[in-house]
Nanobody, 121 residues
Framework: QVQLVESGGGLVQPGGSLRLSCVASGSIFSISSMGWYRQAPGKQRELVAAITSDGTTTYADSVKGRFTISRDNAKNTVYLQMNSLNAEDTAVYYC???????????????WGQGTQFTVSS
């Protein structure tokens, strides 16, 4: 089994910054892709940013230039640095990882439990 644990959510003022972290643990052979998704009330879950094992990144248009995704492969950790935050960024943020597990060498996707993040003055 693989577990993803997010941290770093909370309350921040408009224009502020915050960093989210997600650590993967368990029967991990390798992690190909890690990413962040978010779901605002009444909306579908959407991709925020993703990063492959070689560092290739993808961003939603709404966060380009404001958010930066990075990962530490040695620690199985992905980060999301968020700057210039606004109310539209308020959502539950979920970490996702595509993991090759040691037990079967097959790949599966895993999700974290989500961390709430609110932008408000």
């Amino acid at each position: 089994q693989v577990q993803l644990v997010e941290s770093g959510g909370g309350l921040v003022q408009p224009g502020g910054s915050l960093r989210l972290s997600c650590v993967a643990s368990g029967s991990i052979f390798s992690i190909s892709s890690m990413g962040w998704y978010r779901q605002a009330p009444g909306k579908q879950r959407e991709l925020v940013a993703a990063i492959t094992s070689d560092g290739t990144t993808t961003y939603a248009d709404s966060v380009k230039g404001r958010f930066t995704i990075s990962r530490d492969n040695a620690k199985n950790t992905v980060y999301l640095q968020m700057n210039s935050l606004n109310a539209e960024d308020t959502a539950v943020y979920y970490c996702r990882a595509v993991v090759t597990v040691t037990t079967t060498t097959r790949r599966y996707q895993y999700w974290g439990q989500g961390t709430q993040f609110t932008v408000s003055s």
